[in-house]
Nanobody, 114 residues
C-alpha cells in the first residue's frame, strides 16, 4: 500500500529552523519525482519544493534560498530543511509524488511566531 507520512513540524520563532521528514512506503522515492506542498488556513495548497528522479531541485520563489529538499534513498525518505522561517510560512506541510498524486497524508503543522 502506497503511503506517505510527514513529521517534524512544530512551533518555532521567526528566524528559526525546522527539518520535515516524509517517510514513504509502497513507492520508492528514488524512482519518483517528489515534492513538498503546503496549505495555509483559507488558502489553496501550493508547491513549495520538488526533486526530480535524477536529483534536480526546484523551489517556489517565496522560499528560494531558505529551504532545501533532499532525499535518503536508503531510508526511502524525503526531507525539507527550512531556515530563516517567517510567519507567512505557517501552514500544514505535505509531501507527495510530483506526477500522479497519491492520497494525501495527514501533513505536519508548521507554526512560525513573530
Amino acid at each position: 500500500q502506497e503511503q506517505l507520512v510527514e513529521s517534524g513540524g512544530g512551533l518555532v520563532q521567526a528566524g528559526g529552523s525546522l527539518k520535515l521528514s516524509c517517510a514513504a512506503s509502497g513507492i520508492r522515492v528514488s524512482g519518483n519525482g517528489m515534492a513538498w506542498y503546503r496549505q495555509a488556513p483559507g488558502k489553496q495548497r501550493e508547491l513549495v519544493a520538488g526533486m526530480t528522479v535524477i536529483g534536480s531541485t526546484y523551489y517556489a520563489d517565496s522560499v528560494k534560498g531558505r529551504v532545501t529538499i533532499s532525499r535518503d534513498n536508503a531510508k526511502n525518505t524525503v526531507y525539507l530543511q527550512m531556515n530563516s522561517l517567517k510567519p507567512e510560512d505557517t501552514a500544514v506541510y505535505y509531501c507527495n509524488r510530483r506526477n500522479s498524486l497519491l492520497p494525501w497524508g495527514q501533513g505536519t503543522q508548521v507554526t512560525v511566531s513573530s
